[in-house]
């Protein structure tokens, strides 16, 4: 089993080197050192036949000193790798062992215990043989140990990162009973010594919170059957099991055979934290948008801020567009009593009013050395814009940067708050739309009655009295008023079935749109006119309102494209969102194609001018666009959009 107390490596370059590591440099500086002396002295022999003294200094110092130079150089190359001291045992012993070979090699053949005929060296030449092959040797040995080094790496890479990782494992036998592997990250992890896991693998189930002991225990169990588990849980007593680790074991199996356990923990308390906090952050703004004004939404957010982001001085600054200020409208505890009274923001060299400017947020992490922030009670601060309807400041009286996580949680929050003002704002243009529908309505309510009873019943009397003076007169004049009552009469009807078909449709119904066509073709007086359908579509609509619809534009055209000569043939048909209504008349000049919806507009004497007016307001009442264009063969032709086509 590898220790869980295993001593801690350099991984890093820059650190102090090994005793290997030195004994490598120390060598090889003295084979340097004595090489160079060598070729000083001139005891290396060199051909005579070189021409120079330099070049024979040259290359004496090269074969004597030169091996040793490289194995230095390459030393420092593997420093600056960061070339971890396990290996460095390999490059150093290979490297000490090549310079005793080398050395040993060379004595074995000058000095007698060799060959029978020794190599014939003269005496005050051995030391300096002795040196050269000492130094070939040990840079054969440095390569060597160079390349088994690296290959040794690549072997205990695994367990090295077992052993120097941030997660913990652990193996055990499936019955329990042996823990055949701990690291050292299971003690900085769960607070436990390691020892105590390898005298009793369930040892971990005491360093966990009481209330996630008994799913530890049942896990456990689970792996003892062969089943992957994992879960959240708390541990470490020393931290208060404030500490979340995320914990998932499996069985390992070995050719079908089930013989150990694997465990691997890992602390996931600032994910857990974080998501918490995105929790928090989620049931706020549930609150905020429950606000129903300005203020409410203030003060919702600035404790939102102080219970999300951990930050106690929150202000929400509004602007006024009367007075061009931004106006603290709520603000916490810890804000209130920093700064009382709290100011208001007029110019722009104030941190919160350029931010309101630019709408660019800003994070200060000393707001006293900021343009505009030398009084400020704050020390480190983010000040976020609300769009155009203020700031949102939030900050402590210390210094030191603000978290990461709480400038970016801070802008969601500022986000949020910004639509719950528009939220707010919206409702109340929309309830003041309502307001004004209604007053709208209770006019037109009014309107309703007054044409329905107090024009109709002097109409009456009028027309009552005419008859009387129709019986004891005979006048042209008599005919001209009740020509005027008849149209009076029509007027009143018109304008009743205008206000009554504005009304917004509450339950349409579904029909086909043929049959429908047909029937109200048989309730208004065409004589010759011929009538086409063209659909067999079923549309969405209120029956009745639509009725009016068809007759309105069946009068038109009726009225408007029958000649003497020729009746009118009016076309019904299914257009890809609706339906159009087509006549082969003489059709409708393009410059009057827009007036035609106006109420009053007519080109007859005796007409109303509120046919088509009510055409357009029962289509508009739909929901529906109403436009009219030139048919196919010439005529008028009304286009009906935006149906609900089936």
């Keep these: 089993m590898v220790s869980a107390r295993a001593s801690r490596r350099r991984s890093q370059g820059g650190d102090r080197p090994s005793p290997f590591e030195l004994c490598v440099y120390v060598v090889a500086g003295l084979h340097v050192l004595a090489g160079g002396y060598i070729a000083a002295t001139g005891r290396l022999p060199v051909d005579p036949g070189i021409s120079g003294p330099r070049v024979r200094l040259l290359l004496a110092a090269g074969v004597s000193a030169g091996p040793s130079v490289l194995v230095l150089l390459g030393a420092l190359g593997l420093r600056r790798t960061a070339y971890p001291d396990p290996d460095w045992r390999h490059v150093g012993g290979w490297y000490l062992a090549g310079v005793g070979v080398g050395i040993a090699t060379l004595a074995w053949l000058v000095v007698g215990t060799g060959p029978a005929d020794p190599v014939p060296v003269p005496g005050e030449l051995r030391a300096t043989w002795l040196v050269v092959a000492g130094g070939l040797g040990g840079a054969s040995g440095f390569v060597l140990g160079a390349w088994r080094g690296r290959a040794a790496r690549s072997r205990h890479a695994p367990a090295r990162l077992l052993a120097t990782g941030d997660q913990a494992a652990w193996l055990f036998d499936p019955e329990h009973s042996e823990t055949l592997y701990v690291n050292p990250a299971y003690e900085r992890l769960f607070g436990q010594d390691t020892e105590e896991l390898v005298d009793d693998p369930r040892a971990v189930i005491e360093v966990v919170h009481p209330d996630d002991r008994e799913a ?13 588990v994992e879960f959240e849980l708390r541990a470490n007593p020393d931290d208060g099991f404030g500490r979340w680790v995320w914990l998932s074991g499996w069985p390992v199996t070995d050719g079908g055979d089930r013989d150990t356990v ?3 923990a890992r602390d996931v308390t600032s994910r857990r934290t974080h998501r918490e906090r995105l929790v928090r952050l989620h049931d706020a703004t549930r609150e905020l948008f429950r606000a129903e004004t300005e203020e409410e939404a203030a003060r919702k957010a600035t404790d939102a801020a102080e219970e999300v982001l951990g930050l106690r001085l929150n202000t929400i600054w509004l602007h006024d567009d009367e007075r061009d200020e931004l106006i603290s409208t709520a603000a916490s505890a810890a804000a209130e009593a920093a700064s009382r009274p709290l100011p208001r923001f007029k110019t722009g060299t104030r941190l919160a009013r350029e931010v309101y400017e630019s709408g660019e947020p800003q994070v200060f ?6 343009p505009g922030g030398p009084n400020a009670p704050t020390r480190s601060e983010m000040v976020l814009p609300l769009g155009e ?23 969601v929050l500022a986000a949020n708050v910004e639509v719950a003002l528009a939220r707010i704002e919206g409702t109340r243009e929309l ?4 307001r004004a529908l209604e007053r709208r309505n209770e006019r037109l309510d009014e309107f309703t009655s007054v044409v329905s009873h107090d024009l109709r019943n002097p109409l009456a009397v009028a027309r009552g009295h005419l008859d009387l003076v129709g019986e004891e007169c005979d006048h042209e004049s008599v005919e001209t008023i009740d020509s005027a ?7 009143i009807d018109d304008l009743l079935t205008l206000a009554r ?12 749109l043929g049959d429908h066509v047909r029937d109200c073709w048989a309730g208004v007086e065409t004589g010759e006119a011929r009538l086409a359908v063209e659909t067999d579509t079923t549309i969405e609509a209120d029956p009745s309102r639509l009725t009016q619809l068809f007759e309105n534009l069946f009068r038109n055209a009726v009225e408007h494209g029958t000649t003497a000569d020729d009746p009118v043939t009016v076309t019904v048909g299914s257009l890809p969102r609706g339906f159009y209504v087509e006549d082969d008349g003489p059709g409708i000049p393009p410059d009057d194609r827009e ?9 007859e004497r005796e007409g109303t001018g509120f046919g088509l007016s009510i055409v357009q307001t029962i289509a508009e009442a739909h929901g529906w666009d109403i436009e009219v264009t030139e048919g196919s063969g010439g005529g008028a032709r009304f286009e009906v959009t935006g149906v609900t086509v089936y």
């Design 365 to 370: 992490n000393e707001v006293r050395v900021a």
């Design 389 to 411: 309807y203020g700031v949102f400041m939030a900050g402590s009286t210390t210094t030191g940067p603000l978290e990461n996580w709480q400038v970016s949680l801070g802008k």
């Design 431 to 434: 309830e003041e739309s309502r």
């Design 262 to 264: 694997a465990c691997v």
């Design 501 to 512: 078909e504005g009304e917004a449709i509450d339950e349409p119904q579904s029909f086909d």
């Design 485 to 491: 009552l008849d149209r009076m009469g029509t007027l």
């Design 216 to 228: 530890l225990r049942d896990g456990f169990d689970r792996l003892a059957d062969g089943d992957p």
């Design 595 to 603: 007036s035609v919806f106006e109420a009053g507009y007519t080109t």
